[in-house]
């Protein structure tokens, strides 16, 4: 069975971080391990608290798995902090990971920070030049290219400017833009590909960046293609937002599509 790895937070509403990545991986049948880097307070209402793992048992974690295992495809979320990113990236390098997709998780969606301020030029030293692709979302990408959150910039500049940062493949996703189709950018280097959905007149959009970039890690992990991985990740997000999961008071997590078997 193919295996895949998150690092992330945990989210205890269960709607993003480790639980969305490992319910995205069971979805695509690639055997999820996780590594978490810290425990929230969150339901869909927001992030009410959240405390960072210890480095000593981040990297605990870390090498428990990665000295076992066998991962195709790796994913970044939630990292929390200066300390665990330098980690992270000494252990990818360590044990030779392939296939690591970075979704560098800044803020959540109800607004609360998820990562310190000064491990921005930490992710971008040290983590993206490792990475197979990363997959900002519009602010994160302005961020990371040193904008401010106002500026109107087009995804087609903003993935060129962090295509410099040293990883092989950007994806810029839209989703937080305006207009009746979610777009996504991928870049190269020389060549833009967009991916296009039409947009789903919904708030209940909680996990969507995690189970993109979850997907996009499983399906290379099945031996997929970097096109063919987002193709079928944005396929597979469009399918889950649609479907949805009404299950709390706020902003209602993505459906994984997990079946109920019987067991007569
Ligand atoms: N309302 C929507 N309808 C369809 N697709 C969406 C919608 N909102 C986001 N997406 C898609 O979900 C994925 C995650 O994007 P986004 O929500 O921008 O990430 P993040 O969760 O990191 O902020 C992207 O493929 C984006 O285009
Ligand atoms: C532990 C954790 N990791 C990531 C996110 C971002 O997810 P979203 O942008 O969909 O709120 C989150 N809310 N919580």
């Not at 989210?11 to 993003?16: I, K, V």
């Not at 991962?71 to 990292?79: R, Y």
């Not at 708030?203 to 399906?219: F, M, P, R, W």
Request: net charge neutral; proline share 2%.
């Amino acid at each position: 069975m193919k295996q895949a790895l998150t690092i992330a937070g945990s989210d205890s509403g269960g709607g993003a971080g480790i639980q969305a990545d490992l319910k995205t991986m069971t979805a695509f049948g690639v055997y999820g391990a996780s590594v978490i880097t810290a425990i929230t307070a969150q339901n869909t209402l927001g992030v009410q608290s959240f405390e960072a793992v210890s480095i000593d048992l981040v990297s605990k974690q870390l090498d428990s798995v990665l000295s076992d295992l066998d991962f195709a495809a790796l994913k970044t979320g939630m990292l929390a902090n200066s300390k665990i990113i330098k980690i992270v990236a000494e252990k990818v390098k360590e044990y030779k990971v392939n296939n690591l997709v970075v979704d560098p998780v800044m803020v959540a969606t109800s607004g609360d920070i998820l990562l310190a301020k000064e491990a921005i030029t930490i992710i971008k030293d040290k983590l993206i030049p490792l990475a197979k692709i990363i997959t900002p979302n519009l602010n994160e990408a302005k961020v990371l290219s040193g904008r401010r959150i106002d500026e109107k910039l087009s995804l087609e500049v903003l993935a060129s400017e962090l295509h410099k940062l040293g990883c092989e493949y950007v994806l810029v996703k839209g989703g937080h833009q305006k207009g009746d189709i979610a777009k996504d950018l991928l870049f190269d280097g020389v060549d833009f590909v967009e991916y296009t959905a039409k947009r789903v007149d919904t708030k209940d959009i909680h996990g969507t960046g995690c189970t993109l970039s979850a997907a996009i890690a499983s399906n290379l992990a099945l031996g997929y293609d970097i096109k063919e991985a987002i193709e079928r990740s944005k396929r597979y997000i469009t399918e889950a937002i649609k479907a949805g999961c009404k299950v709390g008071k706020g902003n209602n997590p993505v459906n994984h599509f997990t079946r109920v078997y019987s067991l007569e």
